[in-house]
């Protein structure tokens, strides 16, 4: 509806999209969705077309969408408070720190919030310059930290970050991309060159005196790329040797998604600071920086983030943890990302174009491929738009764009995986009918 009641069509609001919307705001599909409104997993555009939705918002919707339960406590806070900044203090942000501080790893504590995930990084950054003295960061090759300035410095990836030359300080170390190795070895041969050359980079590259390390455990935007299981126990060794400080970017991986609490459990390693935004509001706009003592007691500012801490956000992160935590949402990701983990690796086996599926719990992707793990962008397209026509929505990404991301709630049913991989596989069929030379040029490993 426009705000004189009169109704306005999808082509409209597409067409004023392009009018008033800056191009970089781009959108999936030949033809955009414009989507109307949501209920558990599954989406609705204004045609009254049903999707099944597996990749939440960027995994951002992760208890479904409309919960009554988010619902009820937003509507309750907005009674009583909306906003007041962190000058005077709140108690649905004290509640969140505190629950924050007992469900987080290792000896993190004290909390500082913001609006998203690209603030929660750059705080991160700023804790860790200040607590040790030092400037330089290390991040890792196709990984992902935000849209401002320091955060697509910390990006390694040259599509996202805009043309804009980097910060001073930052270096990029080799990432743990096994299907693609950079140094030639196999999962039989591999002696994590990959963690090793973070070595190599702070003592060729930097002072050898490093503020911090930032990784995701499995990087998002990357293509969900997922290191081995003993990647950042050796990590963390070479960061704290030239007294840096660990952190974990669990804006996607954060919050059970992975099967694990949170993404860094899967590699036994308790992070200095951990940072988050995305799965933990359920759609509102929640990010959150937290840290050690040791950490945390040096940055003393003033520091603000305007909207960070907002009340409403904050009942609305707190209700999203009472659903996760009374559901078992931890272990019912865990269950059924075996359950679509597997049936993704049964259409790898059946249609080669598929070159790689990774990632853990009900965050999966797959690398579409032509012969000799050539990318194969195009084929990605192709599928996301055919899986669109089946009635399923899922995600892209990687450097190459050939990745698929795949994220559905973590309420999704059995039978709505099923529903989903039989989606998949109609998408899939189609593509070798459509172009059977795909039986000729798909990828051998």
């Given at each position: 509806m426009s705000q004189t009641g009169v109704p306005v069509s999808?082509?409209?609001?597409?067409?004023?999209?392009?009018?008033?919307?800056?191009?970089?705001?781009?959108?999936?599909?030949?033809?955009?969705?414009?989507?109307?409104?949501?209920?558990?997993?599954?989406?609705?555009?204004?045609?009254?077309?049903?999707?099944?939705?597996?990749f939440g918002g960027i995994l951002t919707v992760s208890v479904g969408h409309?919960?009554?339960?988010?619902?009820?406590?937003?509507?309750?806070?907005?009674?009583?408070?909306?906003?007041?900044?962190?000058?005077?203090?709140?108690?649905?942000?004290?509640?969140?720190?505190?629950?924050?501080?007992?469900?987080?790893?290792?000896?993190?504590?004290?909390?500082?919030?913001?609006?998203?995930?690209?603030?929660?990084?750059?705080?991160a950054v700023a804790m860790a310059r200040i607590a040790t003295g030092s400037y330089e960061v290390v991040a890792l090759r196709h990984s992902y930290s935000g849209r401002s300035a320091l955060a697509m410095s910390l990006t390694g990836q040259a599509p996202w970050r805009l043309g804009m030359p980097s910060i001073p300080g930052i270096v990029h170390a080799m990432n743990a991309y096994c299907y693609r190795c950079p140094f030639g070895k196999t999962p039989q041969t591999c002696g994590l060159e990959c963690a090793k050359d973070i070595e190599n980079v702070i003592q060729t590259s930097t002072s050898g005196r490093i503020a911090a390390f930032i990784a995701e455990p499995i990087q998002g935007v990357g293509g969900f790329i997922t290191p081995p299981d003993d990647y950042f126990f050796e990590v963390a060794k070479i960061i704290r040797k030239y007294g840096g400080i660990f952190i974990s970017d669990e804006v996607q991986t954060g919050f059970g998604r992975t099967g694990k609490p949170f993404g860094i459990n899967h590699y036994g390693v308790e992070p200095d600071i951990m940072t988050f935004a995305k799965g933990i509001g359920n759609g509102l706009p929640v990010g959150a920086a937290i840290a050690t003592d040791e950490v945390a007691n040096a940055f003393k500012g003033p520091s603000i983030s305007t909207f960070g801490g907002n009340p409403v956000a904050?009942?609305?992160?707190?209700?999203?943890?009472?659903?996760?935590?009374?559901?078992?949402?931890?272990?019912?990701?865990?269950?059924?990302?075996?359950?679509?983990?597997?049936?993704?690796?049964?259409?790898?086996?059946?249609?080669?174009?598929?070159?790689?599926?990774?990632?853990?719990?009900?965050?999966?992707?797959?690398?579409?491929?032509?012969?000799?793990?050539?990318?194969?962008?195009?084929?990605?397209?192709?599928?996301?738009?055919?899986?669109?026509?089946?009635?399923?929505?899922?995600?892209?990404?990687?450097?190459?764009?050939?990745?698929?991301?795949?994220?559905?709630?973590?309420?999704?049913?059995?039978?709505?995986?099923?529903?989903?991989?039989?989606?998949?596989?109609?998408?899939?069929?189609?593509?070798?009918?459509?172009?059977?030379?795909?039986?000729?040029?798909?990828?051998?490993?």
């Open positions: 999808a082509q409209e609001l597409i067409s004023k999209k392009e009018k008033f919307i800056v191009p970089a705001v781009t959108t999936y599909y030949d033809e955009p969705l414009v989507m109307e409104h949501g209920e558990g997993c599954y989406l609705f555009d204004g045609n009254g077309s049903k999707y099944l939705d597996f409309s919960r009554p339960e988010i619902n009820a406590a937003i509507s309750d806070q907005l009674q009583k408070l909306t906003h007041v900044s962190t000058l005077y203090v709140t108690k649905p942000m004290i509640d969140l720190a505190e629950k924050l501080a007992e469900i987080t790893p290792g000896e993190l504590k004290k909390t500082f919030f913001t609006a998203s995930g690209t603030e929660a990084d750059e705080t904050m009942r609305a992160a707190l209700a999203t943890l009472d659903v996760m935590e009374k559901e078992q949402l931890t272990d019912h990701a865990r269950e059924y990302g075996r359950q679509l983990r597997e049936g993704l690796e049964d259409l790898r086996q059946r249609y080669p174009i598929m070159g790689d599926v990774r990632g853990k719990g009900l965050m999966q992707g797959v690398e579409f491929v032509r012969l000799d793990k050539e990318p194969a962008p195009d084929l990605a397209n192709m599928f996301l738009e055919l899986t669109k026509r089946n009635g399923l929505l899922i995600g892209k990404g990687g450097l190459y764009g050939n990745a698929i991301r795949i994220a559905p709630p973590m309420t999704v049913s059995g039978q709505q995986i099923r529903d989903g991989l039989d989606m998949m596989e109609a998408s899939l069929k189609e593509m070798y009918t459509l172009h059977r030379e795909l039986q000729e040029v798909t990828s051998t490993d």
